[in-house]
């Protein structure tokens, strides 16, 4: 028989968390997985994010309603992810590209509506999008979630960017991105970027409103890719390059 504390491992998404002796009421998805999933008990312990760097341990006090005390607090230093803008990939596709870039580390996912493929006008689906970026904070126990950008024009996106951080522009034509042992920036600069058409591709203003904002050509692999495929491949060389920082290479 499991002894008390010993709950089944169990990682949730608190916004309002605040620090240690606060009170709170689990609800909802949250709810549902603590006490259905992972069979949680009274006095049973939980870890909990707020998705803004705080992680905290949880000691359950009753089922119904669900309430746990903040017993331990735990700040993070943001991940030091990039941003990634993509143009709309081919149907679907997009559900799961939000879902391996949260995954993954990545800080911001900003969607573009390009000339040739713009996002349409569905406030359901960034809605389906914020959870999924939740969920896969939960699934990747992490300090901090992905935050999910409404659609913007491209101009409007390069306008919105950081001063400094370098810019990628992901192209089959583009040099190879540089091996992640050879990164010598820090976590607290500004985050790099990486822009990845649509489907269809950028057109030619696009490209070039791009290339005159310091976004640099880089090939991601010796093929084409897909819009999603391009993301994740990029996303996961920026994750690399974070473990390089932080961990020495």
Do not use: I, M, N
């Given at each position: 028989m499991r002894s008390p504390g010993?709950?089944?491992?169990?990682?949730?998404?608190?916004?309002?968390?605040?620090?240690p002796g606060q009170r709170l009421t689990l609800t909802g998805d949250d709810a549902h997985y603590v006490t259905r999933v992972c069979r949680a008990r009274p006095g049973d312990t939980v870890r909990a994010s707020n998705g803004r760097g705080l992680v905290a341990r949880l000691r359950l006090d009753s089922l119904a309603p669900l309430t746990a005390d903040v017993v331990e607090?735990?700040?993070?230093?943001?991940?030091?992810?990039?941003w990634v803008m993509t143009g709309a990939p081919e149907g679907q596709r997009a559900d799961w590209m939000v879902e391996k870039l949260a995954e993954l580390g990545i800080t911001r996912w900003q969607p573009l509506s390009c000339a040739r493929s713009?996002?349409?006008?569905?406030?359901?689906?960034?809605?389906?999008?914020e959870r999924l970026a939740t969920a896969a904070l939960r699934q990747s126990r992490a300090a901090w979630r992905m935050e999910v950008a409404s659609p913007i024009e491209v101009a409007d996106a390069i306008a919105s960017l950081p001063e400094g951080g370098r810019r990628w522009l992901a192209d089959p034509d583009g040099e190879p991105l540089p091996s992640a042992r050879s990164v010598t920036t820090g976590l607290t600069e500004p985050p790099q970027v990486v822009a990845i058409g649509p489907a269809e591709g950028f057109d030619d203003r696009e490209r070039e409103r791009l290339r005159a904002a310091g976004f640099r050509p880089a090939c991601l692999a010796t093929r084409r890719l897909r819009t999603e495929t391009a993301a994740l491949a990029w996303a996961a060389w920026d994750a690399l390059e974070v473990v390089s920082r932080t961990r020495g290479g």
């Open positions: 010993d709950a089944t491992p169990a990682f949730v998404f608190v916004p309002e968390l605040a620090g607090l735990e700040p993070h230093d943001p991940s030091g992810g990039g713009p996002w349409p006008s569905a406030p359901a689906r960034l809605e389906r999008w």
